[in-house]
């Protein structure tokens, strides 16, 4: 799992160094998600632009330029492709009709079978994110049309961020979590993944103070922030749930995991919590209805996956289960 943060200012009232403070703020409260690399994207004349590096966020200093109108981050929970190969982490860069950053939070399992299929060609860069990038290069434009055909094409638990060269932030909103604030007053979105983070990083600038409006993104929705800081909206096909090891469709009754399990994995991101947390504790043993207590009660969840990682011993899931720690 991982984390996606960042902000637009449509307005430019905002002081500069509230904003570069607030990036930071931002990084360091995602790093409850994952702290092998971190990033941001901004424009500089008219330029994409990104900074990262395999290190924790806390660890860096996120500067961009003043003037700087929107800011995509990224933190990292390695699962696929070096983290020390800094071409891995995100975000990524592409290319169609207009440049762009790209970041995810998720998995995807797809990838493989796309490249030996022949829909996208093979890379250097070993994460399974960038075959998004790869699937909206193949459509030659970056738009609604060429994102609903990304969404549609991969498999796997994901959102997906994306900013364009002229400072519009596109927000792909899978199974996975995203909390979106506008402040209208002061003409500033904010976004991350969980609200825990979001609240975190506010409290601590000051900004939750301020009056603000939780935008709403459901499953299947696309939102695009413009520049001046209006909202469009499309819709892509969220796929019938398949996971890596079965689907709805197996009629094989010794499958890895049921029907009720299928839907648990399929739900669970609408609650800040990753398919990836909900593996663990099925392969740990507790039930479903168990599981659907803990995406409720949070203080549940967070008792059971220190159970885990106690058992399992794995230090990599320390602080980064869902938002919950």
Do not use: W
């Given at each position: 799992m991982c984390a996606l943060f960042g902000w637009l200012d449509y307005k430019g009232?905002?002081?500069?160094?509230?904003?570069?403070?607030?990036?930071?703020?931002?990084?360091?409260?995602?790093?409850?998600?994952?702290?092998?690399?971190?990033?941001?994207?901004?424009?500089?004349?008219?330029?994409?632009?990104?900074?990262?590096?395999?290190?924790?966020?806390?660890?860096?200093?996120?500067?961009?330029?003043?003037?700087?109108?929107?800011?995509?981050?990224?933190?990292?929970?390695?699962?696929?492709?070096?983290?020390?190969?800094n071409y891995n982490n995100h975000p990524f860069a592409g290319h169609a009709d207009k440049e762009f950053a790209f970041a995810h939070n998720g998995v995807l399992w797809n990838d493989k079978d796309l490249r030996k299929q022949g829909v996208i060609p093979t890379s250097y860069i070993g994460t399974d994110s960038y075959i998004g990038v790869q699937l909206i290069e193949k459509q030659g434009k970056l738009d609604f049309e060429s994102l609903q055909y990304m969404a549609e094409t991969v498999e796997g638990?994901?959102?997906?961020?994306?900013?364009?060269?002229?400072?519009?932030?596109?927000?792909?909103?899978?199974?996975?979590?995203?909390?979106?604030?506008?402040?209208?007053?002061?003409?500033?979105?904010?976004?991350?993944?969980?609200?825990?983070?979001?609240?975190?990083?506010?409290?601590?600038?000051?900004?939750?103070?301020?009056?603000?409006?939780?935008?709403?993104?459901?499953?299947?929705?696309?939102?695009?922030?413009?520049?001046?800081?209006?909202?469009?909206?499309?819709?892509?096909?969220?796929?019938?749930?398949?996971?890596?090891?079965m689907s709805w469709y197996d009629d094989d009754c010794s499958s890895y995991y049921n029907i009720h399990e299928e839907i648990l994995l399929a739900y669970c991101g609408c609650y800040g919590v990753d398919s990836s947390d909900v593996e663990l504790l099925l392969d740990y043993g507790y039930t479903c209805d168990e599981i659907e207590d803990m995406l409720t009660d949070h203080s549940l969840l967070r008792e059971a996956l220190k159970d885990v990682k106690y058992i399992y011993g794995e230090d990599i899931y320390e602080g980064c289960y869902g938002g919950v720690f």
């Open positions: 009232i905002v002081p500069y160094k509230v904003l570069k403070k607030l990036t930071q703020a931002l990084a360091n409260a995602a790093e409850e998600r994952g702290t092998d690399a971190a990033g941001i994207s901004y424009i500089h004349d008219d330029r994409v632009s990104i900074f990262k590096r395999p290190k924790a966020a806390h660890k860096l200093h996120f500067n961009v330029p003043a003037g700087t109108k929107a800011v995509m981050g990224h933190t990292r929970l390695a699962t696929q492709g070096d983290k020390k190969q638990n994901f959102t997906f961020t994306v900013l364009d060269q002229y400072n519009s932030l596109y927000i792909i909103k899978g199974s996975n979590p995203m909390y979106l604030l506008h402040f209208e007053t002061i003409g500033l979105y904010v976004y991350a993944s969980t609200e825990t983070i979001m609240k975190k990083a506010l409290k601590q600038m000051g900004l939750h103070k301020f009056e603000s409006k939780y935008i709403d993104a459901e499953e299947g929705d696309i939102l695009c922030i413009d520049r001046n800081g209006i909202i469009t909206r499309t819709r892509y096909e969220p796929k019938i749930y398949r996971s890596k090891y």
